[in-house]
C-alpha cells in the first residue's frame, strides 16, 4: 500500500483548491484550465478536488471525471517524490527505451503508473519529449537524461538513495541527541 | 473591413523598427566578444544550462569582458550543446562550436578569448566567408537545406522581441495592415501554400471560407499539438522562435476577420508554454497585439490553451472540444471548422508551420514562394531525422528533394557501417518506405503514393537491427491506446490488430495471420469516422507490403530476422573469444545471469536473462564475444 496523504495535508490541499477556484470562471470551458491548475499545484488531483471542481462549474462528478480520465496528463495518485518519465517515443523505442524502462521498473520494483511504497519514486511513460537526437531519454524531476543505458539508471537510482540518506543522517546530527 | 490608415500604422511601426534596430546595433557595435549558446529543450537536455554556468564562472573568474546571449535551437540536435563564439578582435570569424561540455566551455574562453586561438579541433566551421576556417556552408547538412520557416530559429533570442524585430520581423504585419484582407488571401491563395498539418490542404482557400462564412466572432486557432510521438519541429519553432507563428496568426486572424487566436500547446511542452505566453505579453505590451493593432482598427487577443496530452486532440474537431471543455472526440464534417467551430462560429485551424510560413510569402511574394518546391507542393518541408542517422536534427528542405538527398547527404546516412533498412515518415498514420524508394521525392502526393504520407513530419531511420513487425506493433500499440473510442472498428479493430501483432511477435503466429492483418486493416480504415482510424493501419499495411518476408519468418519460422523482438532471440558467449578472468559482462548485467564457467570463461543463464544487450556492449572490441541468436535455441547450452 501507498502511504496516504495525511488528514491535515489533505485539507490543506482542498484549501488551497478553494481559494484558487475562484479566479476561474464558471463556464464549462474553464474545466480543463481548473483540473491542470489543480495538478500543478498538487502534482495529482484527488477525488475531492473532482467533486469541488464540479461543483464550482455546477456540472455533475461524473463528468468532470470523464473528461479528467481522457486525457493522459491528469493523474489520480500522488506521484512519488523523484518522479521518472521514460520516453517511448518513437525514435526512443528503436533505440531501446523499452530496455529501460523495465530496468526502472525492476530495480524499483513497481510498474509504470505506479509509485513505491514509501513515495519516494514514481514511474510513468512518455511519448516523445522532444530530444529524440538523444535517444533513448528519460525526464528526471524535469531533468532531461539523454542516451540512458541500464547502468545509468541505476546510478540514477543510487545516487537519490545516498543523497537521501545523507539527508537523514544530517538530520539526526543536527537533532540534540537525547 | 477596408484597409486602415496606413499612415499611423508605418508610423507606430516605425518607431518599434527604431527602437530594435537601435537595440542591437548597440549591442553589436560594443567591442566585446560575444559567446551564443542554443537553448531550446534539446540544447537543455545535452547539458547547455551547465555550459553556460561553466562560462559565466569562467569569464568572472578571469576577468574577461564577453557577452552570453542565449538563443534557441538551430537544429543541429546532434552537435548539442551548440556555441557560437564571435571575438572580431582576434581576426577569426563567428565560430561555431558543437558538443561543448563545461570543460570545453572553460578551456575556449581562456584560450580563444584570452589567447586568440580558436582551439581548430573543436571547430565545426565558420559562420562567415573567410580564409582561415572552413565555412559550416560547405558541409551538405548546411548548404543544402532551405530555410523559410526555420530562418531565425537559433539566431534570434525567442524571449526578446526586439531581436525579431530588428532582424526584420513584424515588417510583414505592418504591411499587411495596410493592404485589403482579400488583397492578402489571394496572395497565400497564389503561392499554393499547403497545410503542414499532415492532410496538405491549401491554406489560401482555407481563409477564403472563412472570410466568407458568417459569424460575429471568427477564431484563429494555432495547432501545436504536436502528438505524433516522435516529432518535435513545432515545438521548436515555438521555443526559438515564436514571433513568427503570432505575425502569422495575426495576418491570418487580419485576412478572416477574425479578432481571437488561441495557441494551443501540449502542456508537456512547458518550455514551448512559457516561452509562447511571454512573447504574446511582449508583442501586446508594443501594440502589436491587443486593442488597435499598431494603432489601426484592427484588434486581437490571443490566447495559450494548454492540451492536456490526447493524440486525437490534433485532430481539428476533436481539438475544439477539447477547448470546449470536454472530451477530445472527432465529430462528422461536414460542417467544417472553417463553417462552424468553436462555440459554432467559423474558425480557422492551422498548424504551427503554416502559419510561420505566411509572413515569408506576404513579405516576398507567391512567385517567390513558387519557386521553391515543386508546382504541387510549393515551398519548404521540415522533417526531423532521428534514429540510426549520424547527423539528428530537424532539416528545412525544399519539397521535391529526394529521400536518398535527406538521408544520406545532408543526414550522413546510417552510423555504425549498419545497413539501411528503412524509412517511418508520418509518425502512426504513416508508412514505411524500404531501400527502393529512397529516390522518392519528398512532396504530399508523391510520398501518399508510396503509401507513406507526409504527416508530421517525424522521419525515423531504421537501420537492418530494425524489425519491422515490431515497429508496426509499437505504432499499433499507441494508436490502440489513444483511440477515442467513438468508433467500433477503431477502437475494437486496432485492438485486434495489436493482439494479432504481439502474438507474432512473440513466435506464436499463425498461418492465416497475415491475410487477416491486411482485410481488417482495410475494415478499420473504411469503417473509421476521423483520420486517427483511418490511417491508424497504414505502418501495418505498408509494413506488410515491402517487408512481407519479414512478418513469414516470424510466423513460420519462429525468427526474427533484426534479432530485435526480445522472446525471439537469445544471448550467448562465444567461449573460443571469451577472454579468461575478464569480468567486463559480469558487471554490466543488470540480472546477475552471467556466470563463470568451469574454465574461468563466462556463460549466460537463459533463465534468468532478459535480454537487454548491455554485456555485448560492455565487451571490448577485441574480443567480441557475446553473441545473439534467432531463434533462441542457436544458442549453445554451457555450464
Ligand atoms: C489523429 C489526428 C491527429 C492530428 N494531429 C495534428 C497535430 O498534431 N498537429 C497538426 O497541426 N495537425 C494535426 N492533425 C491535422 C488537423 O486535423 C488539421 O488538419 C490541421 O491542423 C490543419 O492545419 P493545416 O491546414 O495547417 O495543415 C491531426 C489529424 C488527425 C486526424
Ligand atoms: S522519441 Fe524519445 S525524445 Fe523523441
Redesign the pocket.
Known sequence: MIQENSLEEEKLILDDIASRLKAFGREREELIPILQMIQERHAYIAEDAIKMAAEYLGIAICEVYGVATFYNQFRFHPPGKNHIKVCLGTACHVRGGDIILENFERKLEIRDGETTPDREFSIERVACVGCCALAPVSVVNETVQGHMAPSKVEGLILGFKIEKEKAEREKKKSEPAQ | MSPLNNETVQKAFGVIRDEAKRRRDAFREEPVPKIQIGMATCGIASGALETKNAFEEVLAERKIKAHIRTVGCIGHCYAEPVVIMDHPESGFPPIFYHNVTPGKAKMLAKSFLEDGDPLFEHVLGAMEENDLVPQVLDFPRFNQEKRVVLEKCGCVDPEDIYEYIADGGYETLAKTLQLAPNEIIEEVQESGLR???????P?GR?WDLARNADGQHKTVIC?A????PGAYM?RTLLESNPHQVLEGMAICAYAVGAQKAIVYVRAEYPLAVKIVTKAIGQARELGLLGEGVLGSSFDLEIDVFQGSGA??C???TALIQSIEGNRGMPRHRPPYPVQQGLGGQPTV????K?LASIPPIIEHGATWFRAIGTEESPGTAIFSVVGNVVHAGLVEIPMGVTLRTLIFDICGGVPNKKKFKAVQIGGP?GGCLPEEFLDTPIDFDSLIQAGAMMG?GGMVVMDEDTCMVDVSRYFLDFTQKESCGKCTFCRIGTHHLLNTLERITKGEGRDGDLDQLETLSEDIKNGSL???GK?APNPVLTSLRYFRDEYEAHVKERRCPARMCRTLTAFYIDLDKCARGCDACVGSCPVEAIFTTKNRKKGVDQSLCVKCGECMVACPAEYDAVMKVSPPDLAPVVD
Not at chain 2, 497545410?195 to 490542404?201: E, I, N, Y
Not at chain 2, 485551424?349 to 504551427?352: L, Q, S
Open positions: 497545410g503542414r498539418g499532415g492532410a496538405g490542404f491554406t482555407k495547432n499539438d504536436e502528438g505524433d513545432d493524440f486525437v490534433g485532430e481539428e485551424i492551422n498548424n504551427v503554416t498514420s508530421s476521423c483520420g486517427l490511417t
